[in-house]
């Protein structure tokens, strides 16, 4: 028995906002004080880091639970499998659904649950929950399907990854331009023949590096009763360059597959200097350079949505939606994410 990925799916918001409707934004040091440069300036020291030059927000109307319901509903689909036969759907997010123009997060029912009900699956024995593992979810829910699949536990799974960041950011940091919304979803399965997850790996360093991801105040001092979500960029930065590369080569010596044998690595989508350092490090301790298209990207167009950034990066390869990258059956990949909590995880798969 293999654990395949069988069907994948994606929502991606209509709406693309570029980098000019920031232009006006009043952005303020952690302290309150404004910054020195004016926003043209800002804005562009920040496309040459991130390499973001627009992003997607949800239509109004919709909510985390929404997108999710909509991508699984493509995931479905593709695998061509009957919604009734799904023994667990995972649902990894951060914030709930939050409404557009609100501020509290809404997670009763769960998440998951939200989605069975839009499916319209009747199977009670469909378990449903929420996983809540920073931007490393949608791995690590792929990660518990495989375990639950091989114990005997279930035959298929529908993992998703749903975030509507653009709710939850705070307009006066400069950091509220990274954030994104879209889902991205995947059928996982039991099967004779196809893919298979190779092996994996996961952790969390919470000891000094817990908060470096967090929910804030404004600021803005006159909107301290209302918080956002929060970064310490720096350490973040420092810390997934270093730890992140680590946990992808023992994630590939498990899986026995050698290095020259990877042939796409779908990292999270945080930004795009610090990916390209975690996957040139990743190469350097094997003393090699990293291969030239090895990492497929969509953070320039998609911004940083979070636990979709995965699902909906490997949907648009699979679909040819990605010029210049393509994976085949037999291709070795290599999944990687880096979050809150902190979390790392990896999974080598052969598609």
């Not at 909509?70 to 919604?83: R, S």
């Not at 951060?94 to 989605?115: E, I, K, T």
């Not at 350490?235 to 498990?254: D, G, H, R, S």
Request: net charge negative; with cysteine; glycine share 8%.
């Amino acid at each position: 028995m293999k654990v395949s990925i069988t069907g994948t799916g994606c929502y991606i918001p209509a709406l693309a906002v570029p980098n000019t409707d920031f232009e006006d934004h009043e952005f303020l040091n952690s302290d309150g004080t404004p910054f020195k440069h004016a926003n043209g300036v800002i804005i562009e020291k920040f496309k040459a880091i991130t390499g973001i030059g627009e992003r997607r927000y949800a239509d109004t109307k919709l909510n985390a639970s929404d997108i999710a319901f909509l991508a699984a509903q493509k995931a479905i689909e593709d695998a061509g499998i009957d919604k009734e036969s799904i023994d667990y759907i995972i649902l990894a997010h951060n914030f709930g659904d939050v409404a557009h123009g609100q501020a509290q997060s809404d997670m009763l029912p769960s998440l998951a649950s939200r989605v069975k009900n839009l499916l319209r699956i009747k199977n009670h024995k469909c378990v449903s929950y929420d996983l809540i593992f920073g931007c490393p979810g949608w791995v690590e829910g792929v990660i518990q399907a495989n375990a639950f699949i091989k114990s005997g536990l279930a035959k298929k799974c529908l993992i998703i990854g749903a975030e509507t960041l653009s709710r939850v950011i705070d307009p006066h940091d400069r950091d509220s331009m990274i954030y994104s919304d879209g889902a991205g979803a995947a059928i996982i399965e039991a099967t004779e023949e196809g893919g298979e997850i190779r092996s994996h790996a996961s952790a969390t360093f919470a000891y000094d590096e817990a908060h470096f991801l967090f929910y804030g105040k404004s600021y803005r001092s006159s909107e301290e009763d209302t918080k956002y979500i929060k970064m310490y960029g720096r350490k973040i930065y420092e810390f997934a360059v270093t730890n992140v590369p680590q946990a992808m080569k023992e994630c590939l010596a498990e899986s026995g597959v050698p290095i020259t044998a990877v042939k796409k690595i779908f990292i999270h989508q945080a930004n795009e200097k610090m990916d390209a350092a975690i996957v040139r490090n990743f190469y350097e301790l094997y003393n090699m350079e990293a291969p030239d298209s090895i990492m497929p990207m969509n953070i320039h167009e998609m911004g940083n949505s979070s636990v979709a950034t995965i699902p909906t990066l490997y949907d648009m390869v699979r679909s040819g939606k990605i010029s210049g990258h393509r994976v085949e059956k037999g291709d070795t990949v290599l999944f990687a994410s880096v979050g809150g909590g902190m979390n790392i995880n990896a999974i080598v798969y052969t598609v």
